[in-house]
């Protein structure tokens, strides 16, 4: 992985904790960031410190987009203070939906503006979740299985 952050996506896999090493990108003043977390699979909670101190890093020179955030990170953006600070936005997320009959689970990737968007002084936040899955086993419409309130408290104003 490259120390400095040279406008090329960089991709973060595994568990983000005491040892990940996307802490150790280094952010270029003005140049935008675009870091895939797909392949992230668990954050700790010495993961979540360590990446509060390295976004801070970055002080609001860089505006860094995330793409592809499993919903572990959903969560931590939305109740940990600090986790995306003002210049930092989620660009899209993976979101599970559930069949309300026989609960079968999927996963949906949900992407910026389309499904949600962030407030602005303008505006507010906006969520216009999808309801075109449907179970493959039951034939009936998935439901998000998150409370959009408390998940998605990650839109509010920044």
């Excluded at 919903?71 to 995306?84: D, E, K, L, R």
């Amino acid at each position: 992985m490259a120390s400095v952050f040279d406008q090329k996506r960089i991709s973060v896999e595994g568990t983000i904790s005491e040892t990940s090493t996307v802490f150790n990108v280094k952010f270029e003043q003005d140049q935008p960031a675009f870091i895939d977390l797909g392949g992230v699979t668990i954050i700790n909670s010495v993961g979540v410190k360590n990446w509060i101190n390295w976004i801070s890093r970055a002080n609001g020179k860089t505006v860094i987009h995330f793409f592809n955030c499993p919903f572990v990170i959903v969560n931590q953006a939305s109740t940990v203070h600090g986790f995306m600070p003002k210049f930092a936005f989620i660009e899209s997320f993976r979101a599970p939906y559930v069949c309300p009959k026989c609960t079968k689970e999927t996963i949906v990737t949900l992407t910026r503006p389309t499904d949600f968007d962030y407030a602005t002084e303008d505006k507010p936040k906006k969520i216009s979740l999808p309801t075109s899955y449907v179970c493959e086993k039951c034939k009936l419409e998935m439901e998000p299985d998150f409370t959009e309130e408390k998940h998605l408290a990650f839109l509010k104003l920044k």
